[in-house]
């Protein structure tokens, strides 16, 4: 029992050396935000053989570290999650067109989970404004895929604001673009994810 506490007390001291060394990061400074769920905006637009079109979702959730210490903020995390049958047009039809095309009977999330960040940079002549690509999984429809994301990141008096756009294509993600009126009505397979969060 005694050489089972003295190897704890080793390890533990092992732990605060190699920390002061700088060999184990220390990410007591990294501060955390949640997505405000009554500010900001995320939309989906894309196109059909009709018209143009937008959906904008009206459930959305997340979570992001941050350590804005140094000369580069530091993100050390990023989650971001949309209920699937939150994504409203305005069109009760389109709406069922489009959850039916995303299973959300079984599939009610999109998750973007990031897992690093590729670059960041400052935008010129703007304080506290970066250029971001963040790398992550995007599952929708039950289908995970690498992608990068592009965003502008600012820190503004204790919250962030995270902007951007993504295009992305359904069928990468194995959906059938929705189709209506007995297929006479086609969507189109390229859409784009336009995204103006606020986290505090």
Same mark, same amino acid.
């Given at each position: 029992?005694?050489?089972?506490?003295?190897?704890?007390?080793?390890?533990?001291?092992?732990?605060?050396?190699?920390?002061?060394?700088?060999?184990?990061?220390?990410?007591?400074?990294?501060?955390?935000?949640?997505?405000?769920?009554?500010?900001?905006?995320?939309?989906?637009?894309?196109? @059909?053989? !009709?018209?143009?079109?937008?959906?904008?979702?009206?459930? *959305? /959730? =997340?979570?992001? &570290?941050? #350590?804005?210490?140094?000369?580069?903020?530091?993100? @050390?995390? !990023?989650?971001?999650?949309?209920?699937?049958?939150?994504? *409203? /047009? =305005?069109?009760? &039809?389109? #709406?069922?067109?489009?959850?039916?095309?995303?299973?959300?009977?079984?599939?009610?999330?999109?998750?973007?989970?990031?897992?690093?960040?590729?670059?960041?940079?400052?935008?010129?002549?703007?304080?506290?404004?970066?250029?971001?690509?963040?790398?992550?999984?995007?599952?929708?429809?039950?289908?995970?895929?690498?992608?990068?994301?592009?965003?502008?990141?600012?820190?503004?008096?204790?919250?962030?604001?995270?902007?951007?756009?993504?295009?992305?294509?359904?069928?990468?993600?194995?959906?059938?673009?929705?189709?209506?009126?007995?297929?006479?009505?086609?969507?189109?397979?390229?859409?784009?994810?336009?995204?103006?969060?606020?986290?505090?």
């Amino acid at each position: 029992m005694q050489s089972q506490v003295t190897k704890k007390k080793l390890s533990f001291k092992a732990v605060i050396l190699l920390m002061a060394l700088g060999l184990i990061p220390i990410a007591l400074s990294a501060q955390s935000y949640q997505i405000s769920k009554s500010e900001g905006e995320v939309t989906v637009t894309g196109t @059909s053989t !009709l018209h143009d079109w937008e959906e904008v979702a009206e459930q *959305k /959730s =997340g979570t992001m &570290a941050i #350590d804005a210490s140094g000369e580069l903020p530091s993100i @050390s995390s !990023l989650k971001f999650t949309v209920m699937a049958e939150s994504l *409203k /047009s =305005g069109k009760d &039809a389109m #709406d069922k067109n489009t959850y039916k095309a995303l299973n959300t009977g079984k599939y009610k999330e999109i998750v973007f989970q990031m897992d690093a960040v590729k670059s960041i940079s400052p935008v010129v002549s703007t304080n506290n404004k970066y250029k971001v690509m963040a790398t992550g999984k995007l599952t929708i429809a039950g289908k995970t895929n690498t992608v990068d994301l592009p965003f502008e990141l600012t820190l503004n008096n204790g919250k962030v604001l995270l902007n951007g756009k993504k295009p992305l294509k359904m069928t990468d993600f194995g959906i059938e673009p929705p189709k209506a009126l007995l297929g006479t009505i086609k969507t189109g397979d390229e859409i784009e994810v336009h995204y103006k969060t606020v986290w505090q």
